[in-house]
């Protein structure tokens, strides 16, 4: 059976269901962003809660944006300028939040796992908005609806993800999305950034060390953003790192000539993408920031709106309406 969801704090234990219909709700929104009038009054008299733990500016604008948008009030926590800095624990700070009776959080923490650590604590709807190596579910979301945008089907689409994979919160959660949907996913970066354990990931995961190959035949290449403080001499330097796994318009030729290039931001370019290739025609990086206001609305929309996310319980509670 499947339930109406509470929270997202992964993509992992949502079903293919769940994720289409959230991917269906999003594209309302998707037309919505192309009016002059961008403002709705769904959320109205509703407050969404932003507790960024972690520096962020594309992700918490664009909640920021979304619930705007949905016409309903913000409550701004940010890690640079809270009472974090002085030690509070995370739980007495979001006790501190939800005094202030929000009716949805968003988080972002340095911690995997910490939003589900407050969605069982608190008693209001949490979107993760990117925990430790964990996950970071919406920006999966709308890689995958730039993708369907695009592509037929995700069934069969090689997909080549290039970099630091066993760090990225946006990797886990693409391979968990796009795996559910029979993609085939390719994995190439520096031998110490990749995980071990590939096939407790997904079933249709391989791992190959030479980037010409990888992106050979690819319909998707996700570039992830290189973290500077992880690249440390001896063991791996700037030049070596660009020398073997930057994702230049040389390279990129291996791939379909209709494949799309997504990066979540913020691009590093020179470091894991050559300028050409971010700002060339296959590149999907603006679209994706357009699609994430839309994905983060649909969210917004049906778990602090109160609207089921969840095509089954939908077409329930339409029915029952209809009797
Ligand atoms: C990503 C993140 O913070 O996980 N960025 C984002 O949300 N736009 C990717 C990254 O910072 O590497």
Known sequence: MLHRLEHLLGLETLTRE???????????????????????????????????FEPSTRTRISFATASARLGADIMNLQAESSSLK????????????????????????????????????????VI??????????????????????????????????LGDIIHSRVARSNIHLL??????ITLCGPAMWM?????????????????????????????LRVQTERINEPALSAEEFILGYQL?????????????????????RGLEIDPLVADGPQSCVLDQVTNGLAVRMALLYHLVGGA???SSENSKEQSSAAN
């Open 18 to 52: 769940q994720v289409t219909f959230i991917l269906d709700q999003s594209k309302p929104f998707q037309e919505f962003h192309r009016h002059p009038l961008k403002k709705l009054a769904t959320l109205r008299g509703k407050t969404v809660a932003l507790a960024f």
């Open 86 to 125: 002085k030690g509070e624990s995370l739980i007495d700070t979001v006790r501190t939040l939800e005094a202030m009776r929000p009716d949805g959080i968003v988080i972002r923490h340095s911690s995997s796992g910490a939003p589900h650590f407050v969605a069982e604590r608190l008693g209001i709807p």
């Open 128 to 161: 993760n908005a990117g925990d430790g190596t964990h996950e970071h579910p919406t920006q999966a979301l709308l890689d995958a609806l730039t993708i369907r945008d695009r592509k037929e089907s995700f069934d069969g689409l090689h997909i080549t993800i």
């Open 179 to 184: 795996s559910k949907f029979g993609a085939r």
């Open 195 to 223: 995980p071990r354990e590939l096939e407790s990931l997904a079933p249709n995961i391989r791992r190959v060390p030479k980037i010409e190959e990888a992106l050979e035949g690819a319909d998707v290449v996700f570039v």
């Open 248 to 268: 230049t318009a040389e390279r990129l030729r291996r791939a379909k000539p209709d494949a799309l290039v997504l990066h979540p931001g913020p691009m590093i």
């Open 308 to 310: 089921p996310v969840d």
